[in-house]
Protein backbone atom coordinates (compact mmCIF):
# COMPACT_ATOMS: atom_id res chain seq x y z
CA UNK A 1 0.00 0.00 0.00
CA UNK A 2 1.28 3.36 -1.04
CA UNK A 3 2.17 5.74 2.02
CA UNK A 4 1.36 9.28 1.91
CA UNK A 5 4.42 11.68 2.26
CA UNK A 6 4.99 14.22 5.03
CA UNK A 7 3.52 17.50 5.62
CA UNK A 8 5.54 20.19 6.75
CA UNK A 9 3.89 23.79 7.73
CA UNK A 10 5.73 26.91 7.10
CA UNK A 11 4.82 30.84 8.00
CA UNK A 12 6.26 32.48 4.66
CA UNK A 13 6.71 36.73 5.56
CA UNK A 14 5.97 38.01 2.51
CA UNK A 15 5.76 41.72 0.84
CA UNK A 16 1.85 41.35 1.18
CA UNK A 17 1.01 39.56 3.81
CA UNK A 18 2.21 36.53 6.28
CA UNK A 19 1.31 33.30 4.60
CA UNK A 20 0.55 30.11 6.38
CA UNK A 21 1.51 27.32 3.81
CA UNK A 22 1.86 23.61 3.49
CA UNK A 23 4.77 21.83 1.65
CA UNK A 24 5.24 18.38 1.02
CA UNK A 25 6.91 16.03 -1.83
CA UNK A 26 9.90 16.41 -4.09
CA UNK A 27 9.71 16.76 -8.45
CA UNK A 28 8.44 20.01 -9.90
CA UNK A 29 7.05 22.92 -8.45
CA UNK A 30 3.15 23.15 -8.04
CA UNK A 31 0.65 25.39 -6.13
CA UNK A 32 -2.61 24.13 -4.95
CA UNK A 33 -4.66 27.61 -5.13
CA UNK A 34 -7.44 27.06 -2.55
CA UNK A 35 -11.05 27.52 -2.69
CA UNK A 36 -13.22 30.14 -0.55
CA UNK A 37 -12.67 28.52 2.81
CA UNK A 38 -10.10 26.24 2.75
CA UNK A 39 -7.73 24.92 5.81
CA UNK A 40 -4.09 22.89 5.10
CA UNK A 41 -6.10 20.67 7.02
CA UNK A 42 -9.21 20.03 4.43
CA UNK A 43 -7.06 19.59 2.25
CA UNK A 44 -3.49 17.59 3.33
CA UNK A 45 -4.90 13.95 1.79
CA UNK A 46 -4.98 15.75 -2.00
CA UNK A 47 -1.87 17.73 -1.34
CA UNK A 48 0.08 14.02 -0.06
CA UNK A 49 -1.35 12.46 -3.54
CA UNK A 50 -0.18 15.21 -6.04
CA UNK A 51 3.05 15.18 -3.98
CA UNK A 52 3.84 11.83 -5.34
CA UNK A 53 4.44 13.90 -8.52
CA UNK A 54 5.11 17.00 -7.40
CA UNK A 55 6.77 19.12 -4.74
CA UNK A 56 3.71 20.81 -3.80
CA UNK A 57 2.57 23.50 -1.82
CA UNK A 58 -0.28 24.58 -0.64
CA UNK A 59 -1.53 27.78 1.42
CA UNK A 60 -4.32 29.42 3.34
CA UNK A 61 -5.72 32.56 1.83
CA UNK A 62 -4.72 35.80 3.50
CA UNK A 63 -7.52 36.84 6.18
CA UNK A 64 -8.09 33.05 6.68
CA UNK A 65 -6.73 30.16 8.88
CA UNK A 66 -3.18 30.90 9.61
CA UNK A 67 -2.63 33.80 6.94
CA UNK A 68 -2.55 37.91 7.45
CA UNK A 69 -5.49 39.72 5.92
CA UNK A 70 -3.80 41.59 3.04
CA UNK A 71 -4.05 45.53 4.03
CA UNK A 72 -6.07 47.08 1.08
CA UNK A 73 -9.03 43.85 0.96
CA UNK A 74 -8.77 40.63 -0.27
CA UNK A 75 -8.76 40.55 -4.48
CA UNK A 76 -8.07 37.69 -7.16
CA UNK A 77 -5.99 40.28 -8.50
CA UNK A 78 -4.30 40.66 -5.14
CA UNK A 79 -3.72 36.94 -4.57
CA UNK A 80 -2.04 36.58 -7.82
CA UNK A 81 0.54 38.80 -6.75
CA UNK A 82 0.88 36.47 -3.60
CA UNK A 83 1.17 33.27 -5.13
CA UNK A 84 4.18 34.99 -7.35
CA UNK A 85 5.75 36.13 -3.96
CA UNK A 86 5.15 32.42 -2.55
CA UNK A 87 7.29 31.09 -5.78
CA UNK A 88 9.34 33.35 -5.01
CA UNK A 89 9.87 32.82 -0.93
CA UNK A 90 10.24 28.71 -2.25
CA UNK A 91 12.78 29.13 -4.83
CA UNK A 92 10.38 27.78 -7.33
CA UNK A 93 11.09 30.01 -10.46
CA UNK A 94 8.76 28.38 -12.88
CA UNK A 95 5.80 26.45 -10.95
CA UNK A 96 2.57 24.54 -12.11
CA UNK A 97 -0.85 25.69 -10.92
CA UNK A 98 -3.57 23.83 -9.55
CA UNK A 99 -7.42 25.09 -9.07
CA UNK A 100 -10.22 23.72 -7.89
CA UNK A 101 -14.07 26.13 -7.67
CA UNK A 102 -13.09 29.37 -6.55
CA UNK A 103 -9.46 28.56 -7.12
CA UNK A 104 -10.28 28.50 -10.53
CA UNK A 105 -10.39 31.72 -10.94
CA UNK A 106 -7.62 32.34 -8.87
CA UNK A 107 -5.63 30.10 -10.86
CA UNK A 108 -6.37 32.06 -13.92
CA UNK A 109 -5.47 35.42 -12.47
CA UNK A 110 -2.35 34.09 -11.53
CA UNK A 111 -1.31 32.62 -15.10
CA UNK A 112 -2.46 35.96 -16.60
CA UNK A 113 -0.08 37.99 -13.69
CA UNK A 114 2.82 34.91 -14.08
CA UNK A 115 1.86 33.71 -17.30
CA UNK A 116 6.24 33.63 -18.15
CA UNK A 117 6.74 31.13 -15.14
CA UNK A 118 3.79 28.39 -15.04
CA UNK A 119 4.69 25.25 -16.50
CA UNK A 120 1.41 24.08 -17.20
CA UNK A 121 -2.00 24.53 -15.52
CA UNK A 122 -5.24 21.85 -13.39
CA UNK A 123 -8.36 23.37 -13.63
CA UNK A 124 -10.59 21.19 -11.33
CA UNK A 125 -14.37 21.91 -11.22
CA UNK A 126 -13.84 25.88 -11.88
CA UNK A 127 -15.46 28.61 -11.70
CA UNK A 128 -14.82 30.60 -15.01
CA UNK A 129 -17.73 33.09 -15.57
CA UNK A 130 -20.41 34.21 -13.55
CA UNK A 131 -22.32 32.89 -16.52
CA UNK A 132 -22.05 29.32 -15.56
CA UNK A 133 -23.57 29.53 -12.32
CA UNK A 134 -26.93 27.29 -11.70
CA UNK A 135 -28.39 29.14 -8.87
CA UNK A 136 -31.80 30.83 -9.69
CA UNK A 137 -31.46 35.00 -10.11
CA UNK A 138 -33.48 35.50 -6.58
CA UNK A 139 -30.95 33.15 -4.71
CA UNK A 140 -28.67 35.17 -6.37
CA UNK A 141 -29.59 38.26 -5.63
CA UNK A 142 -30.27 37.71 -2.54
CA UNK A 143 -26.48 36.39 -2.16
CA UNK A 144 -25.61 39.41 -3.56
CA UNK A 145 -27.28 41.97 -1.24
CA UNK A 146 -25.59 39.72 1.58
CA UNK A 147 -22.10 40.47 0.21
CA UNK A 148 -22.26 43.95 -0.22
CA UNK A 149 -23.47 44.60 3.32
CA UNK A 150 -20.92 42.32 5.07
CA UNK A 151 -18.48 44.48 3.06
CA UNK A 152 -18.65 46.95 5.49
CA UNK A 153 -17.22 47.10 8.86
CA UNK A 154 -19.95 47.37 11.52
CA UNK A 155 -22.27 44.58 9.28
CA UNK A 156 -18.67 42.09 9.66
CA UNK A 157 -18.26 43.06 13.14
CA UNK A 158 -21.92 42.21 14.53
CA UNK A 159 -21.62 38.85 12.52
CA UNK A 160 -18.46 37.68 13.62
CA UNK A 161 -20.04 38.68 17.22
CA UNK A 162 -23.25 36.77 16.13
CA UNK A 163 -20.73 33.67 15.34
CA UNK A 164 -20.79 32.74 18.95
CA UNK A 165 -24.89 31.84 18.86
CA UNK A 166 -25.57 28.08 18.17
CA UNK A 167 -28.58 29.64 16.51
CA UNK A 168 -27.05 32.73 14.19
CA UNK A 169 -24.93 30.11 12.76
CA UNK A 170 -27.44 27.73 11.84
CA UNK A 171 -29.08 30.26 10.10
CA UNK A 172 -26.06 31.11 8.34
CA UNK A 173 -25.45 27.66 7.32
CA UNK A 174 -28.37 27.55 6.78
CA UNK A 175 -28.38 30.73 3.82
CA UNK A 176 -25.11 29.80 2.68
CA UNK A 177 -25.64 26.22 1.57
CA UNK A 178 -29.48 26.20 0.67
CA UNK A 179 -29.80 29.98 -0.87
CA UNK A 180 -26.29 29.98 -1.90
CA UNK A 181 -25.48 26.51 -3.00
CA UNK A 182 -22.36 25.92 -1.19
CA UNK A 183 -21.10 22.61 -0.77
CA UNK A 184 -18.34 21.38 2.04
CA UNK A 185 -17.49 18.31 3.07
CA UNK A 186 -15.98 20.27 6.29
CA UNK A 187 -19.06 20.70 9.17
CA UNK A 188 -19.64 24.07 7.89
CA UNK A 189 -21.53 25.03 11.92
CA UNK A 190 -18.23 24.54 13.37
CA UNK A 191 -16.24 26.03 11.17
CA UNK A 192 -18.50 29.29 10.57
CA UNK A 193 -18.31 29.72 14.73
CA UNK A 194 -14.28 30.08 14.45
CA UNK A 195 -14.86 32.86 11.69
CA UNK A 196 -13.03 36.28 12.53
CA UNK A 197 -13.82 39.47 11.33
CA UNK A 198 -11.51 39.12 8.71
CA UNK A 199 -12.37 35.95 7.49
CA UNK A 200 -15.91 36.81 6.81
CA UNK A 201 -14.45 40.34 4.54
CA UNK A 202 -12.64 37.54 2.50
CA UNK A 203 -15.40 35.57 1.97
CA UNK A 204 -17.42 38.33 1.43
CA UNK A 205 -14.94 39.58 -1.58
CA UNK A 206 -14.65 36.08 -2.57
CA UNK A 207 -18.28 35.50 -3.22
CA UNK A 208 -18.27 39.35 -4.70
CA UNK A 209 -16.22 37.67 -7.33
CA UNK A 210 -17.78 34.84 -8.24
CA UNK A 211 -21.39 36.91 -8.59
CA UNK A 212 -18.85 39.19 -11.05
CA UNK A 213 -16.72 37.61 -12.91
CA UNK A 214 -16.66 37.37 -16.51
CA UNK A 215 -15.04 35.35 -19.04
CA UNK A 216 -13.68 38.18 -21.00
CA UNK A 217 -12.11 39.02 -17.19
CA UNK A 218 -10.29 35.37 -17.21
CA UNK A 219 -9.40 35.14 -20.62
CA UNK A 220 -6.46 34.09 -23.20
CA UNK A 221 -5.38 32.20 -24.91
CA UNK A 222 -2.88 30.51 -22.77
CA UNK A 223 -0.23 28.40 -24.29
CA UNK A 224 0.31 26.57 -21.38
CA UNK A 225 -0.89 22.99 -21.11
CA UNK A 226 -4.23 22.49 -19.08
CA UNK A 227 -5.94 19.38 -17.60
CA UNK A 228 -9.96 20.53 -16.86
CA UNK A 229 -11.52 17.61 -14.67
CA UNK A 230 -15.55 18.54 -14.04
CA UNK A 231 -18.78 15.93 -13.55
CA UNK A 232 -21.37 17.06 -15.95
CA UNK A 233 -24.03 16.71 -13.22
CA UNK A 234 -22.15 19.74 -10.74
CA UNK A 235 -25.12 21.66 -9.43
CA UNK A 236 -23.47 24.37 -8.90
CA UNK A 237 -21.85 25.42 -12.39
CA UNK A 238 -22.61 24.57 -15.48
CA UNK A 239 -20.70 21.97 -17.69
CA UNK A 240 -20.99 23.18 -21.21
CA UNK A 241 -20.60 26.48 -20.34
CA UNK A 242 -17.03 26.03 -18.47
CA UNK A 243 -15.52 23.46 -20.88
CA UNK A 244 -16.61 25.97 -24.07
CA UNK A 245 -14.29 28.95 -22.07
CA UNK A 246 -11.70 26.23 -21.64
CA UNK A 247 -11.82 24.97 -24.51
CA UNK A 248 -11.87 28.43 -25.89
CA UNK A 249 -8.70 29.48 -24.10
CA UNK A 250 -6.42 26.21 -24.02
CA UNK A 251 -5.01 24.87 -26.93
CA UNK A 252 -3.28 22.04 -25.37
CA UNK A 253 -6.13 20.68 -23.43
CA UNK A 254 -6.88 17.38 -21.51
CA UNK A 255 -10.73 17.07 -20.42
CA UNK A 256 -11.47 14.18 -18.26
CA UNK A 257 -15.26 14.48 -17.51
CA UNK A 258 -16.55 12.62 -14.15
CA UNK A 259 -20.35 11.79 -13.70
CA UNK A 260 -20.65 12.89 -9.89
CA UNK A 261 -23.40 14.50 -8.72
CA UNK A 262 -22.04 17.41 -6.18
CA UNK A 263 -19.45 20.14 -6.80
CA UNK A 264 -17.17 19.17 -3.63
CA UNK A 265 -16.73 15.67 -2.10
CA UNK A 266 -19.87 15.42 0.59
CA UNK A 267 -17.59 13.94 3.25
CA UNK A 268 -13.73 14.49 3.05
CA UNK A 269 -11.56 11.87 0.52
CA UNK A 270 -8.97 10.45 2.57
CA UNK A 271 -5.25 9.96 0.89
CA UNK A 272 -6.13 6.12 0.26
CA UNK A 273 -9.37 7.54 -2.01
CA UNK A 274 -7.24 9.50 -4.02
CA UNK A 275 -5.13 6.62 -4.76
CA UNK A 276 -7.55 4.18 -5.14
CA UNK A 277 -9.83 6.71 -7.58
CA UNK A 278 -7.37 8.94 -9.42
CA UNK A 279 -4.04 7.34 -9.30
CA UNK A 280 -4.59 6.99 -13.20
CA UNK A 281 -4.46 10.99 -13.84
CA UNK A 282 -1.48 11.28 -12.23
CA UNK A 283 0.03 8.66 -14.22
CA UNK A 284 -1.75 10.08 -17.43
CA UNK A 285 0.06 13.31 -16.34
CA UNK A 286 3.48 11.80 -15.88
CA UNK A 287 3.46 9.71 -19.33
CA UNK A 288 1.87 12.42 -21.71
CA UNK A 289 4.13 14.97 -23.49
CA UNK A 290 2.69 18.04 -24.56
CA UNK A 291 3.76 19.81 -27.50
CA UNK A 292 6.70 22.27 -27.15
CA UNK A 293 7.64 20.14 -24.20
CA UNK A 294 9.65 17.74 -23.06
CA UNK A 295 7.98 17.06 -19.94
CA UNK A 296 4.68 16.01 -19.17
CA UNK A 297 1.59 17.86 -19.04
Known amino acids: M ?24 DG ?21 FVAQRYRTYFFEMPG ?3 SAPLQDGFSS ?36 AHGDRVTKVGLLSPCVSNRALTRPSLDRALVSTVTAVLERRLPRHTLARLFASERAVRLFAWFMQDVGGFESPTDLRARLMSYSEST ?20 GPYRQPCF ?14 TERFVRANFAD ?45
Request: glycine share 8%.
Open 2 to 25: TEPLPVTIHQAELASTSLRYAECG
Open 28 to 48: PPLIIVPATISLIEDWTPMIQ
Open 253 to 297: LVVETFDWDYHAPPVPLTFDDYVRDYTPLLEADAARVSAGTGTGI
Open 200 to 219: IWVLAAQVREILTVTEEDLA
Open 77 to 112: ARLADVIGQLADHVGADRFALLGFSFGGILALRALQ
Open 64 to 66: HGG
Open 228 to 241: FGMSRFDPLLDYAT
